[in-house]
Antibody, heavy 125, light 108 residues
Framework: QVQLVQSGAEVKKPGASVKVSCKAS????????MHWVRQAPGQGLEWMGI????????SYAQKFQGRVTMTRDTSTSTVYMELSSLRSEDTAVYYC??????????????????WGQGTMVTVSS | QSALTQPASVSGSPGQSITISCTGT?????????VSWYQQHPGKAPKLMIY???KRPSGVSNRFSGSKSGNTASLTISGLQAEDEADYYC????????FGGGTKLTVL
């Protein structure tokens, strides 16, 4: 079945970086753009960015520009999200989510139909 | 881009119907029929319940329905069941992704 499986929980010190993986299965990896969304404890959902698994192009939310890098490995059907210069406010569950929709002219439109199980990242000294 | 506005909480008794509103602007909710709704139980990933304003993914109960009027989208749950108790988020995704703040549904 279609699923996204993420890497395990991480504990990092302030200033460090974290890299979370999301392995796709059950569908053609390169046919669906992938997003990253995070959720701080007790808070709502926050969009971080998107990657095209086919060509590797990315677009990031302004808030994370310069700190986030999204990459993919088509040989293993895996996307990665790396966040650097971590601070306590980055403590959150990080989700990958597949797009249900279309992309045209550099913009995408739709919804998120498949989600990973989430990866808890804790930033603490 | 500001977050979409949802009520912090709603409640209802089993068997009743409830509606959760999601208010945006003419630049997001009002411009496109691309509002989606997600259900999230504690400790779980969000689950897509409604997309393109009113479409249900396969496997989602027809007790869940979506609609829109102007800059406000709505999620209606009829025949409330205990398992519907969860957080619900709306989202507008038309070039830019904007989430609502979330609504906690309590089934009394």
């Amino acid at each position: 079945q279609v699923q996204l499986v993420q890497s395990g929980a991480e504990v990092k010190k302030p200033g460090a970086s974290v890299k979370v993986s999301c392995k796709a299965s059950g569908y053609t990896f390169t046919s669906y753009y992938m997003h990253w969304v995070r959720q701080a404890p007790g808070q709502g959902l926050e969009w971080m960015g998107i990657i095209n698994p086919s060509g590797g192009s990315t677009s990031y939310a302004q808030k994370f520009q310069g700190r986030v890098t999204m990459t993919r490995d088509t040989s293993t059907s895996t996307v990665y999200m790396e966040l650097s210069s971590l601070r306590s406010e980055d403590t959150a569950v990080y989700y990958c989510a597949r797009i249900l929709g279309y992309c045209s002219g550099g913009s995408c439109y739709g919804a998120f139909d498949i989600w990973g199980q989430g990866t808890m990242v804790t930033v603490s000294s | 881009q500001s977050a979409l506005t949802q009520p912090a909480s709603v409640s209802g008794s089993p068997g009743q119907s409830i509606t959760i509103s999601c208010t945006g602007t003419s630049s997001d909710v009002g411009s496109y029929n691309l509002v989606s709704w997600y259900q999230q139980h504690p400790g779980k990933a969000p689950k897509l319940m409604i997309y393109e304003g009113s479409k249900r993914p396969s496997g989602v109960s027809n007790r869940f329905s979506g609609s829109k009027s102007g800059n406000t989208a709505s999620l209606t749950i009829s025949g409330l069941q205990a398992e519907d108790e969860a957080d619900y988020y709306c989202c507008s995704y038309a070039g830019i992704v904007v989430f609502g703040g979330g609504t906690k549904l309590t089934v009394l």
